[in-house]
């Protein structure tokens, strides 16, 4: 889903939530709002004319998508297992990253993802940091793509590998401790979820706990929905929490939680969201 970048962007869509200004505040270092608010749209507008998504012209990317039930347990498994791994796919500017390390995991055992390595060159101009300030391995790749990210088992030696040989997903492959994946999976078809889920379980460290969490859109009942987004007509096909569990249930020994909380947009129309997690058990 994607605009072009000719697109007129709309100011007017900016809104920081109190959660949220802060954090920027506190990352950028800038505290006044008018000031913040100018840097942001400086570098919406950069990151529009590479990478026009529905997501940087909503400003989707000042939402911290992490914070989501799960999140805390997840920041005790970085506490509680020596060298654990936390992989933020599709990362965008890398805010939710950022939100992670500044919550307490390690920024050396950070990873992130996306297609563009453009967009995280961004996020150091968004978030003012550089690579020395925030030395958190970035690897640009298509998760659709085998030769970057596979479902096909590698080692599952206990974490930490050595993330200055980490080229590819597929070097991860059984290394994880949790990954968080939020606004990624509708993206795609229903087969490519469906890969893009198997391909993801893959990427786990085989021990009870691991885990693999986020939110996404979805529907009461799994189908295709034509879709108003930002005065463009999408079709998006989403996974119904049932149909959503049985996919993990699939891919491997996982406990999951799904569920769907209704939003209602500014013109009164209707989505859903769902908040998800598939936690690996005992085999």
Not at 32 to 53: M, N, R, S, T, W
Not at 116 to 141: C, N, V
Not at 251 to 267: I, N, Q, R, Y
Request: charged content about 20%.
């Amino acid at each position: 889903m994607a605009f072009t970048s000719n697109t007129q962007l709309d100011s007017s869509l900016y809104r920081l939530d109190p959660t949220a200004l802060e954090f920027f505040k506190q990352q950028t270092g800038i505290t006044g709002e008018d000031e913040l608010k100018q840097h942001i749209l400086a570098v919406q507008a950069k990151a529009f004319a590479v990478a026009p998504y529905p997501c940087i012209y909503g400003f989707g990317f000042t939402r911290q998508a992490v914070l989501v039930p799960k999140y805390q347990s997840v920041l005790q498994l970085g506490r509680d297992r020596s060298g654990a791994l936390l992989l933020d796919l599709g990362c965008c500017f890398g805010n939710d990253a950022r939100k992670a390390v500044a919550d307490g995991w390690p920024v050396t055992q950070m990873i992130s993802t996306d297609i563009k390595q453009e967009l995280w060159d961004l996020g150091h101009d968004l978030f003012r940091s550089t690579h020395s300030s925030f030395p958190s391995l970035f690897i640009a790749g298509d998760c659709l793509d085998p030769s970057f990210l596979s479902s096909e088992p590698g080692h599952t030696s206990p974490p930490p590998p050595d993330l200055s040989l980490v080229t590819s997903l597929n070097d991860l492959h059984g290394k994880l401790t949790a990954v968080h994946a939020s606004s990624i999976f509708h993206l795609f078809s229903a087969e490519e979820q469906a890969s893009l889920v198997r391909s993801v379980a893959a990427l786990l460290y085989p021990a009870e706990g691991s885990v693999v969490f986020g939110s996404h859109i979805g529907l009461p009942k799994q189908g295709t929905v034509r879709e108003e987004i930002f005065g463009r007509m999408e079709e998006v096909y989403c996974y119904d929490p049932e149909s959503w569990n049985k996919l993990w249930a699939d891919a491997g020994p996982f406990k999951t939680e799904a569920s769907l909380t209704e939003m209602v947009g500014p013109k009164g129309e209707v989505a859903w969201m769902m908040v998800w997690s598939a936690t690996r058990t005992a085999v």
